[in-house]
């Protein structure tokens, strides 16, 4: 007779001295928002659930529906390292979100992934994602504000003059403690930037751990006397930071990677390559929900490895897609790789359009261009009939509203909401003049 998960999991926190735990969820930006409550009423919320009002949280409900009610996730409990005191341990939950009459919140960010990743394994898919995050640690002032002042000066792979070696393995235990595993960590290409890899998992789980290291680095930095920032482009005429997304479907029948296929010459197979047209195809209607600020955008230009035409290859790192080589023996590690995200995405949200994109491509059978491996930004991509991403959060919010796809993938509410936020953003930001506009014209006119 198998043990109940539930009662397993009180005899867990019991054993663990946990006197709090954190109800966790996202907002439909991905801000991380969390209730905390005393362990002696875990059992009751596991029974009942934690009523909150959702008219306070970004893009959630109007205040006349505004009553909702948070159902954890017995499978995502984990203790918070960093939160252990005299004793007594922190745990965490992620939640699922429902509405007063017990159905899920269509406006839960984990809901609307659940319902992608349920349409795939209808079709015989599971859907595998594994994110490489990008993040710069800064120091901060006198004051413990945040500064743009990069922790060292070190680059790729630098070991020398790299100085947060040691706090990269603070950050990759902390993660492993709360049930994460990182395939890598290393120094990136600018001056105090990072990158730690996570290993690969099913979506919905993928997405827990990405927005779960996303807090956890912060951690870990601010428990240093540091800054992790994941902003895609802190700094001008660097890298900014990126969050590559290698992905992958199961064939669920077989258990097999269904984008393998050894006869092709890039060891890819028919459903992969109508994934990849799919992902080209909706590139541009994506596009606002994996790269989402005004911010974004100052990354994806020429020059610094991020994406600005959509094409694909193997050797070519200017494409938006890339194949990655695998070991010889390997085709369960066959896999693709989006480039255009960034790490202030919304994961549950971009991983859903990603494979609504790619599922859309295997639905019609779209066929896939012929792959560029040539450097983009010394050619005429546009001759070759590449179309460019988006180059501003206004035109990707057009993008988006031209794209019924990627509309249906991320339901009505959220739609609706995500593109009012947004439009809320852009508008503020084109309305705005910067310290760049004064010193170049005042001067002049």
């Known amino acids: 007779m198998s043990e109940d998960p539930r009662q397993s999991l009180l005899a867990r926190v019991k054993e663990q001295h946990v006197a709090f735990v954190n109800l966790q969820f996202t907002d439909i930006l991905g801000m991380v928002k969390t209730v905390t409550i005393p362990v002696e009423e875990l059992a009751d919320a596991l029974d009942h659930g934690v009523w909150f009002d959702g008219s306070s949280i970004e893009g959630f409900a109007r205040m006349v529906e505004s009553d909702m009610y948070l159902v954890p996730d017995l499978t995502s409990y984990a203790l918070i390292p960093w939160d252990q005191h005299d004793g007594l341990s922190t745990a965490r939950l992620i939640c699922n979100i429902y509405t007063p009459d017990s159905k899920p919140f269509t406006g839960d960010p ?3 992934l659940s319902v992608v990743t349920k349409h795939a394994a209808d079709l015989g898919y599971g859907f595998n994602v594994a994110p490489e995050l990008e993040f710069f640690l800064f120091r901060r002032d006198a004051q413990g504000d945040s500064t743009p002042l990069p922790h060292d000066n070190a680059g790729y ?19 492993r403690e709360m049930g994460i595993i990182t395939e890598a960590a290393h120094h990136e290409v600018a001056a105090g930037q990072h990158e730690i890899d996570l290993r690969v998992m099913e979506a919905i789980r993928a997405a827990d751990n990405t927005v779960t290291a996303r807090v956890a680095l912060k951690a870990v930095a601010q428990l240093n006397g540091l800054y992790a920032t994941f902003m895609p482009k802190p700094l001008a005429a660097v ?10 479907l199961t064939d669920l029948a077989t258990g097999k990677n269904a984008f393998a296929d050894d006869s ?4 890819l197979s028919t459903v992969a390559r109508q994934f990849i047209a799919g992902l080209l195809a909706h590139a541009r209607g994506m596009c606002v929900i994996l790269a989402p600020l005004v911010n974004s955008y100052k990354r994806l230009v020429p020059g610094f490895e991020a994406p600005v035409y959509i094409s694909w290859g193997r050797t070519n790192r200017a494409a938006l897609v890339r194949v990655p080589r695998i070991t010889t023996g ?4 066959t896999r693709i790789e989006l480039r255009c995200p960034d790490p202030s995405c919304n994961p549950y949200l971009a991983y859903a359009v990603m494979l ?13 261009r012929e792959a560029a491996e040539e450097d983009l930004f010394h050619i005429d991509p546009r001759a070759r009939g590449m179309s460019l991403l988006p180059s501003s959060l206004g035109t990707a919010l057009d993008a988006l509203r031209e794209d019924e796809v990627i509309q249906a993938a991320l339901g009505a509410n959220i739609y609706e909401r995500f593109v009012d936020a947004k439009q809320q953003e852009w508008e503020s930001y084109r309305s705005f003049v910067s310290a760049w506009e004064i010193e170049r014209y005042l001067p002049i006119f």
């Not at 990269?168 to 993660?175: G, P, S, W």
């Not at 609504?356 to 896939?368: C, E, R």
């Open 110 to 112: 984990r809901h609307v």
């Open 356 to 368: 609504a994109a790619g599922l859309d491509g295997i639905k019609h059978k779209l066929t896939l």
């Open 157 to 175: 792979f630098d070991v020398s003059t790299d100085q947060a070696t040691l706090i990269r393995r603070q950050m990759v235990h902390a993660l």
């Open 239 to 248: 890298n900014g930071n990126g969050m590559h997304i290698h992905q992958s």
């Open 330 to 333: 390997r085709q369960q590690s």
């Open 264 to 267: 092709d010459a890039y060891g």
